[in-house]
C-alpha cells in the first residue's frame, strides 16, 4: 500500500517538474546562462574572435578612468531630469481630461496609447522629420510664423532635452492609463464635499486628486527612471550620441564598446557597474518617496 502512494507521488513529481521544463529550459539559455558568462567577463579581454585573456581587475580600473563613461552617465540623468517631471505632468494633465466625461473619449484614449505599442525605431525616423534642420514640420512652422529653425538635434544644448520630448511623446500612453485608472479610484464623495465648502477646481486638484494619486505617481516615477537609465534607440537612430557626445547615453555607450570596438569583456564591466549605478539611484529614489508620502 506504502509502495503504491509513493509510485503515485512520484509520478505527480514527474508530471510536474515535466510541465516547468519549458520554463526552465528558458530561464537556463536566456537568464542564468547570459548571468554567469557576463560575471565570466568582467575579468577577461574578449573580442569574440580571439580567445579570452584573463586580465584580472583592469576592465574595473578602465571603467574608473574613463570620462566618456561619466559623460554618458551624465548625459542619462540629464534626459531623466527633463523627461520624468515632464511625463508625469503630461500624463497626469492628459488623464484628468479623458477622465472627465467627453465626447469622443474612448477613441482619444485609444489615439494617445498608439505610440506605445509602435516600435521606437519607427517613432524615431518619424521625429526625424520632424526635427530636420531644413524640412522638418518643427521648423517650417516656426519659419512660417517669422521665427528662425532652431537646430533641434544639431545644437549640443538642446539635442538631449529634444530626445526626452520625443520619449515623452513615445512613453506617455501607458502612464495617462497608469493615471486614469488612479483618478478612477478617488471615490466621487471627496470631491461632492469639497464642493459644498466652496472649494475651487484647483483647490481641489491640490487637496484630493494630488494626494490621493500620490501611490500611482511613485510607481510612475520609478518606472520611468528605470525606462529612463534604459535610453538606447532614440540617440542611436536620431543622432547616434551626437552632437560632440551630447546625447551619448550610458546603453549606447556600453552597445558601442561591445559591438563597434569588439571590447567585450569591458563592455560586460560597464554595463555590471551602470546596474549598479541604476539599483542605487532606484532605491535612494524610493526611500524618499516612501519618507515623503508616508506610503
Given amino acids: 500500500m506504502t509502495g503504491t502512494l509513493l509510485t503515485?507521488?512520484?509520478g505527480r513529481d514527474r508530471g510536474s517538474y515535466l510541465l516547468i521544463s519549458p520554463y526552465l529550459v528558458f530561464f537556463g539559455a536566456f537568464v542564468a546562462y547570459p548571468l554567469i558568462f557576463s560575471l565570466i567577463l568582467l575579468f577577461h579581454r574578449w573580442n569574440i574572435v580571439t580567445p579570452m585573456e584573463?586580465?584580472?581587475a583592469r576592465n574595473f580600473i578602465r571603467v574608473a578612468a574613463d570620462g566618456l563613461f561619466?559623460?554618458?552617465?551624465?548625459?542619462?540623468v540629464l534626459f531623466l531630469l527633463i523627461h520624468i517631471p515632464l511625463q508625469v505632468v503630461v500624463a497626469i494633465g492628459f488623464a484628468m481630461m479623458?477622465?472627465?466625461r467627453v465626447w469622443g473619449r474612448g477613441f482619444f484614449r485609444a489615439v494617445y496609447f498608439f505610440p506605445v505599442v509602435v516600435s521606437g525605431v519607427a517613432v524615431?525616423?518619424?521625429w526625424q522629420q520632424v526635427y530636420a534642420n531644413d524640412y522638418g514640420i518643427l521648423n517650417t512652422l516656426l519659419q512660417a510664423a517669422g521665427l528662425p529653425a532652431v537646430p533641434w538635434i544639431t545644437d549640443p544644448s538642446i539635442a538631449m532635452p529634444s530626445i526626452a520630448i520625443m520619449a515623452t511623446w513615445k512613453n506617455v500612453g501607458i502612464y495617462i492609463v497608469l493615471f486614469l485608472a488612479g483618478l478612477q479610484s478617488i471615490p466621487a464623495d471627496l470631491y461632492e464635499a469639497a464642493s459644498i465648502d466652496g472649494a475651487t477646481p484647483l483647490q481641489r486638484f491640490w487637496r484630493i486628486t494630488l494626494p490621493m494619486l500620490n501611490p500611482t505617481v511613485s510607481v510612475i516615477?520609478?518606472?520611468?527612471?528605470i525606462g529612463g537609465f534604459s535610453l538606447f534607440i532614440e540617440p542611436y537612430v536620431l543622432t547616434g550620441g551626437g552632437p560632440m557626445q551630447s546625447t551619448l547615453s550610458a546603453m549606447l555607450y556600453i552597445y558601442n564598446q561591445a559591438f563597434y570596438f569588439s571590447h567585450m569583456g569591458y563592455a560586460a564591466t560597464l554595463g555590471v557597474v551602470y546596474a549598479?549605478?541604476?539599483?542605487?539611484?532606484?532605491l535612494i529614489q524610493r526611500k524618499v518617496i516612501e519618507r515623503e508620502t508616508g506610503l
Fill in 221 to 225: 516615477v520609478i518606472l520611468s527612471t
Fill in 124 to 126: 524615431t525616423i518619424l
Fill in 70 to 76: 561619466y559623460k554618458s552617465v551624465l548625459n542619462t
Fill in 276 to 282: 549598479l549605478v541604476i539599483l542605487t539611484v532606484v
Fill in 98 to 100: 479623458l477622465n472627465a
Fill in 54 to 56: 584573463w586580465v584580472g
Fill in 8 to 10: 503515485r507521488i512520484r
